[in-house]
């Protein structure tokens, strides 16, 4: 197919597909003549999945680069595209003063410790973790240490049903990209999931509330 076929398949305009394919998000179409290249249905399935790490999952584009290369690495340990996954997520911390963080990460080490849990030092949620708790801190407020517990275990369930997923695909290939696109998407997914529940669980807490306004 050509450019404008692709274009009108994927959904995607054909200036952002060029701006794609400059930055090597999506791969070179096989040449037919100087100005002419033959696209297949491998590149509408790259650009509606290029799409979603881009708009839905906020990548940068050096961060979709990373994932990308993770997907078509299908011999990469899942546990490893797990971490290209994590570090890749908008909102990753990067380099800060451990101080900054003193009291985060002594309440996020003190209830891992307490479940029993063993991760990682460089796993990005401690660091991301801690900085909320440490900005909370600052603020006057420690309510979320008190409830941190409550925050792990639904931590605990949304990631047993990412594996459980995970286990669905019989293909390296489709093991390795569920788990990348997974841990992209699912973070948006769950942001929207826990908004909804806020909702709810408002309206049962504090049912008299929205009548007053």
């Known amino acids: 197919m050509r450019m404008s076929e692709l274009s009108e398949r994927s959904g995607v305009a054909i200036p952002t597909i060029k701006f794609y394919l400059r930055e090597q998000l999506l791969a070179a179409g096989e040449r037919t003549s100087p100005n002419q290249a033959s696209y297949s249905e491998e590149h509408v399935a790259r650009l509606r999945l290029v799409r979603a790490l881009l708009d839905v999952g906020g990548l940068t584009v050096a961060s979709a680069k990373d994932v990308l290369r993770a997907i078509d690495d299908t011999a990469m340990p899942l546990d490893w595209a797990f971490g290209v996954a994590q570090h890749a997520l908008p909102g990753v911390v990067p380099d800060v003063d451990e101080a900054e963080l003193e009291f985060g990460t002594r309440a996020v080490d003190d209830v891992l410790a307490a479940n029993g849990w063993e991760v990682t ?60 696109v997974g841990t992209v998407l699912g973070d948006a997914l769950f942001a929207g999931l826990r908004r909804i529940a806020q909702e709810r669980a408002s309206d049962i807490h504090f049912p008299d509330q929205g009548q007053q306004a």
């Open 121 to 180: 030092s460089d796993n990005p949620g401690r660091a991301t973790a801690a900085r909320v708790l440490s900005a909370y801190e600052k603020l006057g407020e420690t309510s979320l240490v008190t409830v941190l517990p409550e925050y792990l275990r639904a931590a605990e369930i949304v990631a047993e049903a990412d594996l459980s997923v995970v286990e669905t695909v019989s293909s390296r290939a489709e093991m390795v990209q569920t788990v990348v």
